[in-house]
């Protein structure tokens, strides 16, 4: 079983050169399934949740070539619609297929993600939009069944909540159709606005009519393009953790700064400095941290997917703080870890209260997600003596290089087979 051990204590140095976005490569992989000609993405991350969407679109009929962190995808003469449980349950995004599938082909047998370690992650919204424009979608056995059941050339819907997922699948059933459909109260991530702009350079035709509403008038075809994934505003939040919780002032490559403005104003609170290099690269120049009360909410607010990386922060601000997790129901199971290493938390319902310390032990933690594992990674960067992180797969789902990109700044981390 593979490990990550860390030695705290070492200061960094130099830079990191930020990867392409996980979740804006999901969706725009999925949405590849739309586009019979070929399409070469760039500056895809090559981790182990692209893999699998990559295994998955194999099987449903795309070739695809992996060169680097280029993608070069091809359609071939095979019609599948069918995503299996093997190939979709350890990649929540696999429900991503299911608009494509059935915008071409008008039936789809998609496995349901199945919940995972910070919630339940339904997916009745994504169902609720297809069924709204014209898809009878029926929960058989672990599959969401699908099929074509009458068009409507004309379609309004609200979202009852603010769904990342649920927006992408309600854009790419609705791109390439002859319908116009009009959609309110949508996610406005940059990885949405990411798959907006492949799917419009592509020939969609997608366009905002206020903040949170779009309207998308069907087109009959989409061409081949090539197309550059968006920077990880995450993996690059991470690493300003990393940099501010050893005290290191590192620079950060590869990033889009407006991206980060709604994180980075976050960090200005708890007494980060920042140097803005260009419009893609910036220096942090540790603080003394100070303590902030905060709750995550969808873009532009601060993102939930930050919240465990902030928290493992947030034990070395002076007095205490307190983080209020509102999108997911279970997204503190980073707490048992960091408390076995000396962090004082409590958790009142969705309500974690950090008390300021100014060490933390190293210990054997266990990962259980992608964003709870990274936190206990910077815990142990600054934890005095070993740190020893059992189930780094769920590391491995979502940060490319994550150990080499640390060692190469210093860090003492390495990866054992134990
Ligand atoms: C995306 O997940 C991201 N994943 C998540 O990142 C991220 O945490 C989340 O958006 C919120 O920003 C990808 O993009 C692949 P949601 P998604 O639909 O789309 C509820 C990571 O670490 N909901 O915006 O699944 C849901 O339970 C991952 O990279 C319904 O109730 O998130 C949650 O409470 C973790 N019904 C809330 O909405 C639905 O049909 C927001 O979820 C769909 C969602």
Known sequence: MKKIVIEGGTKLRGSIDISGSKNSSLPILAATLLIDEKITLTNVPIVKDILTMINLLETLGKKIKIKKNKLEISSTNKKNYFAKYELVKTMRAGILVIGPLLAKLNQAKVSLPGGCAIGARPVDIHLDILSKVGYENKVLKGYVVSKKKFSKNKVSYLFKKISVGATETAILISCLSNKKVILRNIAIEPEVIDLINFLNQAGANIRFLRKRSLVVNGVKNLKGIEYKIMPDRIEAGTYIVASAITKSPLILNNISIDHLKNIIVVFKKIGLKFK???????????????????????????????????????????????????????????????????????????????????????????????????????????????????????????????????????????????
């Open 276 to 418: 803005f290099i260009s419009n893609s690269s910036l220096k942090i120049l540790p603080n003394k941290l100070k303590s902030i009360k905060i709750k995550t909410v969808p873009y532009p607010g601060f993102p939930t997917d930050m919240q465990a990386q902030l928290m493992s922060l947030l034990i070395f601000a002076e007095g205490s703080s307190e983080i209020r997790e509102d999108i997911f129901e279970n997204r503190f199971l980073h707490v048992l870890e960091l408390q076995r290493m000396g962090a004082v938390i409590e958790i009142k319902n969705n309500k974690a209260k950090i008390t300021g310390t100014s060490l933390l032990s190293g210990a054997q933690v266990m990962a259980t997600d992608l964003r709870a594992s990274v936190c206990l990674v910077l815990a142990g960067l600054v934890a005095k003596g070993k740190t020893t992180i059992n189930r780094i797969y769920h590391l491995e789902r979502g940060y490319e290089n994550l150990v080499i990109k640390l060692k190469k700044c210093g860090a003492k981390i390495r990866i054992i087979n134990a």
